[in-house]
């Protein structure tokens, strides 16, 4: 079965800080990774998503994430924060089957 | 702009009254999904449809819930004799084709409270 887990349910930085949120994925097949972003009162959008073809994902918005088979990760980064990225970000993963299986989030908060 | 689309946007609801929650999914999408979202917590897989094919309800927390896309396009979620713990928002989304290949669209979601 596969799960996912995201390490900090808030996390801070400063405005022009690096972001990282961090995602630990469990899975028997090669999975399917994927970050979606969630601001107040809208629906979820898709980030990015890894689907074997480069370890390295660019998304929207200077996102990018990096898929790590040894460490099981897939952890998203962006180099400097901007106020608009304070939302709710979800990563999510997915074998195969039509299901995305999502962790509890990570909120993100950006401090000018 | 031509979204997803779910009605009611917040539903009240005391318990042991069913309840029933639409979806509009974007025109021409195949794939269309439900999701329930706790507060605090990661949407939850209830059940997925292809048009209007039923292939997966294996989310479906018990027998009170139920789910139909009769001809393909609009989806209804039924809640029957709501329960205080099926106070939750709950996620409709639509794609093109199946989930890992084809970016999931998320409506904004029913925030259903149970009295």
Not at chain 1, 76 to 96: G, I, Q, R, W
Not at chain 2, 57 to 80: N, Y
Request: include cysteine; hydrophobic fraction near 35%.
């Amino acid at each position: 079965a596969q799960s996912v887990t995201q390490l900090g349910s808030h996390v801070s930085v400063s405005e022009g800080a690096l972001v990282l949120l961090r995602c630990n994925y469990s899975s028997s097949v090669p999975p399917y990774l994927f970050w979606y972003v969630q601001y107040p009162n809208q629906g979820l959008q898709l980030l990015l998503k890894y689907t074997s073809a480069a370890t390295l994902v660019k998304g929207i918005n200077g996102f990018e994430a990096e898929f790590k088979k040894s460490e099981t990760s897939f952890h998203l980064t962006k180099p400097s924060a901007h106020m608009s990225d304070a939302a709710e970000y979800f990563c999510a993963v997915s074998d195969n089957t039509d299901k995305l299986i999502f962790g509890t989030g990570t909120r993100l908060q950006v401090f000018p | 702009g031509a979204g997803v689309s779910q009605s009611p946007r917040y539903k009240v609801a005391k318990r042991g009254q069913d309840v029933a929650l639409r979806c509009d999914p974007i025109s021409g999408h195949v794939s269309l999904f439900w999701y329930q979202q706790a507060l605090g917590q990661g949407p939850e897989f209830l059940t997925y449809f292809q048009n209007e094919a039923q292939l997966d309800k294996s989310g479906l927390p018990s027998d009170r819930f139920f789910a139909e896309r009769p001809e393909g396009s609009v989806s209804t979620l039924k809640i029957q004799r709501t329960q205080q713990e099926d106070s939750a928002v709950y996620l409709c989304a639509s794609s093109l084709g199946r989930s890992y290949n084809s970016p999931l669209h998320f409506g904004n979601g029913t925030r259903l409270t149970v009295t």
